[in-house]
Nanobody
Framework: QVQLVESGGGLVQAGGSLRLSCAAS????????MGWFRQAPGKQREFVVA????????SYADSVKGRFTISRDNDKNTVYLQMNSLKPEDTAVYYC????????????????????WGQGTQVTVSS
């Protein structure tokens, strides 16, 4: 069992930056690929980005490429999402998720691939 706790959300103006963190419990964090998803009001949850268990591979949604950066620190059991050049359309609840395995899941953008989820953190970008 892995417990995930997100933090770092908040209110920011368009063009600003935020850094989200997701802390995982236990001693097996290095065995999990990690993903970030988001859900805007009235919309389905969507994939944002994922990072392999080693940190060597990443996958980004087109909508965030060049603006968001995912990283992880396996010694601290934490994955980060640096979000720059934020837009109002980035407003959503952001969730981190864990997939146990090497590399990235085949269907990296599919919620069904991920075994554990956090409770989410709200990000609001004002125009």
């Amino acid at each position: 069992q892995v417990q995930l706790v997100e933090s770092g959300g908040g209110l920011v103006q368009a063009g600003g930056s935020l850094r989200l963190s997701c802390a995982a419990s236990g001693r097996t964090f290095y065995m999990y690929a990690m993903g970030w998803f988001r859900q805007a009001p009235g919309k389905q949850r969507e994939f944002v980005v994922a990072i392999s268990n080693s940190g060597r591979r990443t996958s980004y949604a087109d909508s965030v490429k060049g603006r968001f950066t995912i990283s992880r620190d396996n010694d601290k059991n934490t994955v980060y999402l640096q979000m720059n050049s934020l837009k109002p359309e980035d407003t959503a609840v952001y969730y981190c998720a864990a997939w146990r395995g090497q590399g990235l899941p085949i269907r990296v953008g599919s919620q069904e691939e991920y075994n554990y989820w956090g409770q989410g953190t709200q990000v609001t970008v004002s125009s």
